[in-house]
């Protein structure tokens, strides 16, 4: 117990400091641009004017200086954090409170505290960031932890840079076995507490609510909206790689909004040849939606939820990455159902663009039949109208105006323009929401699609034949469909005109760049899949390799390597009694074991002291009798003089002999002269010299 | 100064024949400032011993001759009516001198053995309610017969712990015999034997003695020694930190006279026996062959 209050007020060294301070640099370097910017002023003032006091031993704070600075920042913290309702509170309360702390570090418990903090912070930063190049930093943030525990136990001051360096990586290699049995085998338990993430303010190309003309320009976001593996491998046709992610149903004149839809058995019984299998890692979006490739039938995980508009949706919003698997049929047959609430996808409000229930009502007098109205607008659209990501403002009768006035837009203008069109000749419809495309990895076989691919298409219902997709997009600009979205707009400024797409815009440029950026990507997709999303995988790996797999067995297999490690470790603390020895005996050892190899008898007994061993061994070897007298000589002044009077040179010249003995003791042993008449190691007779 | 201890050594020697190991343990002894108790049979030169160490140490010395109706008075001294003054005068026994020499000290009785205890521990008597120091240096030069033999009182542990080393000297080997024999009797020769070192110089010596550095693992080691004397079976009683601080002053003194100015597990093995015996309680309804003694310091490592 004593001992333990002595360790615990024992100083800490200035290396121990610097490495405590560089450690929580490291730790809350990549949270800064979630702490207030005066908090990050302040630690960095706070933390270089620690460092000066250690190398100038002047500039100690007062301490009435100290109690205005705990003061201020932890006033600055409280109101910061009852303003901002997420982590970043809790981040610049960590984060402060370990500043603060580096202010009193002098004892070796102020250091502990600081390490512990240190790591929590260092966890605290993967719930913003779970992403590969944060992993990395994480391992160099627990480097730096590891660094200044050992500083703080280690007594040198001497190479305080670099030793604990290599000795912490040393030891977080020799912690990597560990590190691979718990992630494989260690359950994943749910979490038992949740924190909000504000994730939500990632740009997505969809919203629930579709009003073409309100925005001239189109917000595009490069980032990831979901990515696809397929079962065999192979994509479906760019035509066919329609995302299916949300139907809005109700036209109120302006704009369309999602329609409420009742929740509908997954289609499982369907085995047809044409079913596609894929698996989708969606990113975190805040909202429930799900992607699924048109047509959906069913996803077998339990957190997708299928409705009967033909999507599906999360049960809770998805704040974290999901992936599950799916099932889709390109073309689907019609199974022979009714519409349900037929008015409904043909409700109109009553009055409004003139022109287009005119040119509607001479349709009906021309007597088209369904296709044949679909077939007429879509040549309309194909012959008058041009496709452009900044269309002009619309406002009155939208689609009058854009109809018959404007005709340019992209493709929310034209499934709303459909949509609205073919309700007022009496095809229920609706428009669909979702993502069209998708960039295809080939080095990890994956569909990319990011938020810039999000489009609009019309469903139709044909009496005899169902929903029936029709892409008014197609019959403007054909080529959105089948060429990839950027190919088709990177020469276009107003695609790229965004700033945040010009990184975007020279990687397309540049081919190395781009292929760069796919093995990138590809890196990061096995990243989420196999790192991040490893817990989905995990019953199914461990049920290969062990079988059932039961609790029973998961705790056998997870106790019984740790258990071994265990024994292994109490094994090595047993025989390391006779290991911590002071270098100086260690090589007494090593002589006594090297001539032990050819005669037990030269053995030194334990009771033996260097002084007698040595003379007994020039006894029997007289051939290095100066060396052993000088050898035991240079021993004793070693370990048993006055510590004032040790030179440098001594221990230097001990450790020569030494070598030089044991390589002597190696020839004699090869020439034979050892080994032959060994006198008896009577110890106890020896001692028996000793005076009674 | 090391050279005359050299010498006095062999001029000890030169009276007592034959055993300069035991001899040079004794001079350590007197070095390090400690009683010295010596047991053997009568008749093997345990009082031609400490003679001839008072003699050549040039020490004033007494001896006493305890016998079983000896009173404590008889060494302290005590209060004599004078009758001129008409008053009690202290009359100093004669304990008073640098050197006592305690003759078959287990001969008498308890009570009186106790009389020396303060003499031996505080330099100083108390008599009469008056302290009287002792001259320095004050050293007891004990012998006794072995415990078993007839009309003997065994010393006290407490009084046994005081004496820093137990010697004995045992029959001489066959050629010293003999030489002996030749010789007769050199009790006489006692007086004629050259002053070697005298107090001034003996006490420059105990204070180099003192001044021996000891360093960490020879502490280390003296602590395991203790440590595995407490813990073996063998032994009743182990070794008690004043034994293990008996046995540092011991090796001090002996590391002083091998010319070193440290001190080295050698030394402390040199003197171990002598120091450490009468300190501990040995087992004796086991009829162990091997001395238990021995055994600490076979099995206990001297390197840690």
Known sequence: ?692 | MRDRIDQLVDTVSSVVLGKEDVVRLAVACMLARGHLLIEDLPGMGKTTLAHTLAHVFGLEYRRVQFTSDMLPADILGGAVFNQQTSSFVYHPGPVFTQLLLADEINRSTPKTQSALLEAMEEGQVSSEGVTRQLPSPFFVLATQNPTNQFGTFPLPESQLDRFLMKISLGYPDADTEKKLLKHGDTRSDIEELPVCIDSKMLQDIQTACQQVAVSEPVLDYIQRLAQFSRSSEEIVLGLSPRGALALIQAAKAWAYMSGRDFLTPDDVQQVFSSVVEHRLLIRKDLNYQADPIRAILTKVDVLS
Request: net charge positive; hydrophobic share 45%; proline share 4%.
């Open chain 1, 1 to 692: 117990m004593a001992e333990v209050v002595n360790q615990t007020s024992r100083e800490l060294t200035p290396g121990a400091k610097k490495w405590l301070l560089i450690m929580l640099i490291t730790v809350s370097a990549p949270q800064l641009m979630y702490v207030p910017l005066w908090l990050a002023v302040t630690g960095g003032c706070l933390l270089s004017w620690v460092w000066l006091t250690l190398e100038r031993h002047r500039y100690v704070i007062p301490r009435w200086g100290k109690g205005v600075v705990v003061i201020a920042v932890i006033l600055g913290v409280l109101v910061f954090s009852s303003q901002s309702k997420g982590l970043d509170g809790l981040s610049s309360l960590l984060i402060a409170g370990a500043l603060l702390k580096s202010m009193e570090l002098k004892k070796q418990r102020d250091g502990w505290v600081l390490v512990l903090v240190a790591c929590f912070i260092a966890a605290v930063g993967f719930l913003f960031n779970q992403s590969m190049p944060s992993a990395v930093y994480g391992g160099v943030s627990l480097l730096t932890i590891v660094c200044a525990l050992l500083m703080m136990h280690q007594g040198s001051t001497q190479a305080w840079l670099f030793l604990p360096v290599k000795k912490s990586l040393f030891m977080l290699l020799q912690s990597i076995p560990l590190m691979l049995i718990l992630f494989l085998i260690f359950p994943r338990i749910g979490p038992l507490w949740s924190v909000q993430y504000q994730q939500s303010t990632a740009k997505t190309g969809l919203s629930d609510r579709m009003q073409p003309g309100d925005i001239s320009r189109l917000t595009r976001s490069a980032s990831v909206a979901f990515r696809v593996s397929f079962t065999d491998n192979k994509p479906p046709a760019p035509e066919q790689r329609y995302w299916r992610v949300m139907t809005f149903a109700d036209f109120d004149g302006q704009g369309w909004s999602i329609a409420d839809v009742t929740k509908q058995d997954m289609q499982g019984d369907v085995s047809d040849d044409d079913l596609i299998e894929y698996q989708v890692i969606a990113e975190p979006s805040a909202s429930t939606w799900l992607f699924a490739l048109d047509y959906p039938l069913a996803s077998s995980a339990s957190a997708v939820q299928r409705y009967s508009d033909g999507t599906f949706k999360a049960r809770a919003a998805v704040s974290q990455r999901i992936s599950y698997t799916a099932s889709s049929l390109l073309i689907k047959p019609y199974d022979g159902h009714p519409l349900v609430n037929r008015p409904r996808y043909l409700a109109v409000p009553a009055a409004g663009n003139p022109q287009t229930r005119k040119m509607v009502r001479q349709w009906q007098q021309k007597g088209f039949s369904a296709e044949e109205k679909i077939a007429a607008l879509f040549k309309n659209f194909n012959q008058h109208f041009t496709y452009t990501l900044s269309p002009q403002k619309l406002q009155g009768n939208r689609i009058d105006q854009f109809l018959f006035d404007t005709r340019e837009g992209f493709c929310e203008h034209f499934a709303n323009a459909t949509a609205y069109t073919l309700r007022l000749a009496g095809i229920p419809s609706r428009v669909v929401g979702g993502y069209l495309g998708g960039e295809w990895n080939d080095y990890e076989e994956y569909l990319l699609i990011r938020q810039y691919e999000a489009h609009a298409w019309v469903e139709a219902w044909l009496d005899g034949k169902g929903w029936i997709r029709l892409d008014p997009t197609t019959a403007v600009a054909p080529e959105r469909v089948i060429q990839p979205f950027d190919q088709l707009f990177s020469s276009s400024p107003e695609f790229m005109a965004d700033s945040s797409m010009m990184a975007f815009r020279l990687q397309q440029n540049l081919a190395w760049l781009k292929t760069l950026s796919l093995r990138y990507d590809a890196l990061n997709y096995n990243w989420h899949r196999w790192i991040l999303g490893y817990h989905q995988q995990q019953n199914n790996l461990l049920q290969d390799w062990f079988g059932q797999i039961s609790l029973l067995k998961m705790l056998l297999l997870l106790f019984i390597p740790v258990g071994c490690m265990l024994m292994i470790v109490f094994w090595w603390l047993l025989k390391v009694q006779s290991r911590w020895m002071h270098p100086v005996d260690k090589e007494v050892v090593a002589i006594s074991d090297l001539l032990a190899k050819v005669s037990v008898e030269l053995k030194r007994a334990s009771g033996e002291t260097v002084q007698m061993y040595s003379v007994r061994l020039a006894e029997t070897l007289p051939e290095i009798r100066a060396e052993l007298d000088a050898w035991s000589g240079l021993y004793q002044r070693l370990r048993y003089a006055d510590a004032s009077a040790q030179a440098e040179d001594t221990s230097l010249q001990y450790h020569r002999l030494s070598q030089q003995l044991m390589s002597k003791i190696k020839r004699l042993g090869k020439q034979g002269v050892i080994g032959k008449g060994v006198k008896q190691p009577d110890v106890e007779k020896q001692i028996e010299t000793r005076v009674w």
